[in-house]
């Protein structure tokens, strides 16, 4: 009960956490979050975009007059050396001539957002429609959007506590840190309006349907239909979530074949259930696509919006990846995006300098010694090392596959990646990712706290007591430096603490 109460209010606390960083920053971020803010609206009135178009009337209404220049430009750009008054706090007379011109600015916006898959959008607009029903108006309601992640962070940390409990319901340190580390990531994303916020979600549920399926001894016809259900809702959120969809199906089908030998029609079923109820929402929106977007992942067409051209294969091995310093600024890159996000103020990242050592270095050394215990058998069961042993071949699924996106482009005059910077490290596309990853971390510091203190009396005590120090402190670095780096966007005048 004393445990249970705890992950409540880490669900508390995380979800006030989003709503106090969500609230604090202004509209749009440089995250694309006016192209989501545009699918959002068009979704929540049944329409589903079919081509890359110009932002619409309604979003345009929106987005010119509570849309901050914070996020691209410094206060040095004005005349005045400060930041404007926002445009929906002066009146319309006064600032009509200046709406009018950032209105045709904005209105050359092309959203090439538009062939991403539908679920995010499909919720945040029926949340929008709540909120508007509720009550809410002009800035407020706009919030109320970005406050959707609010909830979902919540529930990902219970999401996390039940991944945890799980695999290792006899380790504290495990059931506690793996929640921890999930209600305290400084992800930036989850402050802004984005398709990456239900990744978490819908993957951690897959994963638990993994685990599910790594202890079940017989076919279920519910659990197959379930996990057939959450791989289509995580297709659907985000098509970077593919590579941890292959690796849990890949897990989901060996483990039917081993356990339905003495049952082969119940496993044959079973298979078909899950086929079914995956292929079938993956397969009409594959089939939407084509008609609309000329591919079944309506790639192409972003691909060449982007100013990206495939490169010859024999031209990909000239990746500087492959040396060991490309290596590296790959890694460091992708995991400190993973931690802190993208969202940059006044033109640039938040300076993270001090803090991206701890994100990349920790994260490498954490998931080599949970590779190394696994090795070990560090008082694991056969089930535990298969579920944690699972956890790691996704994260390392999704680092491969931005990798390889990495190798086979000439990224022309797109901006990030770049031609100078050819590196796919958009660590938000590993967010499907996130409850495997903070099982396998914590883990990972498990593994050496016991390690380090296996020649000491009451050795499990202490490791367990170790292990949640160390994350202990690490979370709270963390936090600090969180609030440290963005506590200057509290004070903008353009956010919803000032409305």
Request: net charge neutral; proline share 6%.
């Amino acid at each position: 009960m004393k445990e249970r109460f705890l992950i409540l209010l880490l669900c508390v606390v995380a979800a006030f956490r989003v709503f106090m960083f969500s609230a604090a920053f202004p509209f749009f971020s440089n995250i694309d979050e006016d192209l989501h803010f545009d699918l959002i609206t068009q979704y929540s009135h049944g329409e589903v975009p079919h081509s890359f178009d110009p932002l619409k009337e309604e979003t345009l209404n929106w987005i010119v007059p509570y849309a901050s220049p914070e996020f691209l430009v410094t206060p040095n750009h004005f005349s005045d050396g400060k930041f404007p008054m926002p445009l929906w706090k002066q009146p319309w007379s006064k600032v009509e001539p200046e709406i009018a011109a950032t209105r045709r600015a904005w209105a050359s916006e092309i959203n090439f957002e538009s062939s991403q898959p539908p679920l995010y959008y499909v919720l945040a607009g029926f949340w929008w429609c709540i909120g508007k029903h509720i009550g809410f108006s002009g800035i407020e309601s706009l919030y109320w959007i970005r406050f959707l992640n609010v909830a979902l962070m919540a529930t990902m940390v219970w999401l996390a506590y039940l991944a945890a409990r799980t695999i290792a319901p006899d380790r504290l340190d495990l059931r506690v840190g793996t929640p921890l580390l999930v209600a305290f990531i400084p992800q930036n994303v989850f402050y802004a309006m984005n398709d990456d916020v239900l990744s978490p979600l819908c993957f951690g549920v897959l994963f638990l349907c993994v685990l599910r399926w790594l202890r079940t001894d017989a076919p279920s016809l519910q659990l197959a239909a379930l996990t057939g259900v959450v791989i289509a809702c995580t297709y659907l959120t985000k098509l970077s979530n593919l590579p941890l969809i292959v690796i849990a199906v890949a897990v989901v089908l060996a483990r039917i074949v081993a356990i339905s030998r003495q049952m082969p029609r119940a496993g044959l079923i079973a298979v078909a259930v899950l086929l079914v109820c995956a292929a079938v929402p993956i397969g009409s929106w594959m089939v939407w696509l084509k008609l609309q977007f000329g591919d079944f992942t309506g790639s192409d067409a972003k691909i060449a919006f982007l100013d990206w051209t495939r490169k010859p294969f024999v031209q990909w091995w000239q990746h500087p990846i492959f040396t060991p310093a490309g290596l590296w600024i790959f890694w460091w890159d992708l995991t400190a995006r993973f931690w802190r996000g993208e969202v940059e103020w006044h033109g640039e990242q938040f300076n993270w300098q001090t803090v991206d050592p701890l994100f990349a270095i920790s994260s490498l050394v954490f998931i080599a010694a949970a590779v190394l215990g696994l090795r070990r058998q560090l008082g694991v069961s056969a089930f535990q090392r298969q579920a944690i042993a699972t956890a790691i071949l996704m994260i390392a699924a999704g680092i491969v596959f931005l990798g390889f996106l990495s190798i086979q482009f000439d990224f022309g005059s797109c901006v990030n990646p770049s031609r100078a910077h050819p590196y796919f490290t958009s660590g938000r596309l590993l967010s499907g990712a996130l409850i495997p990853f903070a099982v396998s971390y914590v883990y990972g510091i498990s593994c050496l706290c016991r390690f380090a203190t296996s020649k000491l009396g009451k050795a499990h005590r202490i490791g367990t007591a170790t292990t949640l120090a160390v994350l202990g402190a690490i979370v709270v670095f963390s936090q600090v430096s969180e609030i440290l780096i963005i506590w200057p966007v509290f004070s903008s005048e353009h956010n919803w603490f000032h409305r």
